[in-house]
């Protein structure tokens, strides 16, 4: 596709149930990460994928929190048992290589739990 | 581990003026960036910069990078109203792309 695609742009769900939040990169970067944004704040690493490697989750902040990414493209950010201090602006963003490119931001899931 | 510090964190300065955002982190790196986010958007690069010395400009915005006093410095030059926006650092180590809390600038005409 053209650019970082994320879905849904918005998710409003009730507290302790789950979400699933979806990210489809540019066609033929091989790195993906998720950072959450919260209000007004910068942006929090969660997880890096790179190619077929191990992902590096050391930013997920508790084992609610999962993600995988199938066949090297389509990446899912799961958040089990949700709570209200999880609720933040969700972004995709992927590379096309490992090192120095920039990464390509998505236009984010924003998730409100309530 | 590695953290990456803004100052300020938010700046309101008049246009015409001059202004300069610093962004400070704490362990080596071999690559730093920066980016621009307008209200509820998602964010823009704006610059790379890979290597110590490196200087990049556009338009009234000009980065440059430090590596020996991990230091980079994002400086605008005679700010007009359209570079209203949050500037963030972001520093590269091994695969990870850490940033900073972002520099939340508002440009009064």
């Known amino acids: 596709g053209a650019g970082v695609s994320q879905s849904p742009s918005n998710k409003v769900t009730e507290k302790g149930k789950d979400v699933e939040l979806r990210c489809d990169p540019i066609?033929?970067?091989?790195?993906l990460y998720w950072y959450r944004q919260s209000l007004g704040q910068g942006l929090e690493f969660l997880i890096y994928?790179?190619?077929?490697?191990?992902?590096?989750k050391s930013g997920l902040p508790s084992d609610r929190f999962s993600a995988e990414r199938t066949g090297g493209s389509v990446s899912t950010l799961t958040i089990q048992r949700t709570q209200q201090e999880d609720s933040a602006v969700y972004l995709c963003?992927?590379?096309?290589?490992?090192?120095?490119?920039?990464?390509?931001f998505g236009q984010g899931t924003r998730l409100t739990v309530v | 581990e590695l953290k990456v510090e803004q100052n300020p964190l938010f700046l309101s300065m008049q246009e015409g003026k001059n202004y300069t955002i610093y962004c400070n982190y704490s362990?080596?790196?071999?690559?730093l960036y920066w980016y621009r986010q307008d209200p509820g958007k998602s964010l823009e690069s704006l610059f790379v910069?890979?290597?110590?010395?490196a200087v990049k400009q556009e338009g009234r915005l000009m980065a440059s990078l430090d590596t020996k006093a991990r230091l980079s410095t994002l400086h605008i030059t005679a700010a007009v109203h359209d570079l209203s926006a949050t500037y963030f650092c972001?520093?590269?180590?091994?695969?990870?792309?850490?940033f900073g809390k972002g520099t939340r600038l508002h440009i009064l005409p």
């Open positions: 994928f790179q190619g077929n490697s191990a992902p590096d």
């Open positions: 963003a992927s590379t096309p290589r490992r090192g120095w490119a920039e990464a390509f």
């Open positions: 362990t080596t790196s071999d690559r």
């Open positions: 910069l890979l290597s110590n010395g």
């Open positions: 066609s033929g970067h091989t790195a």
């Open positions: 972001a520093v590269g180590r091994d695969d990870k792309i850490i």
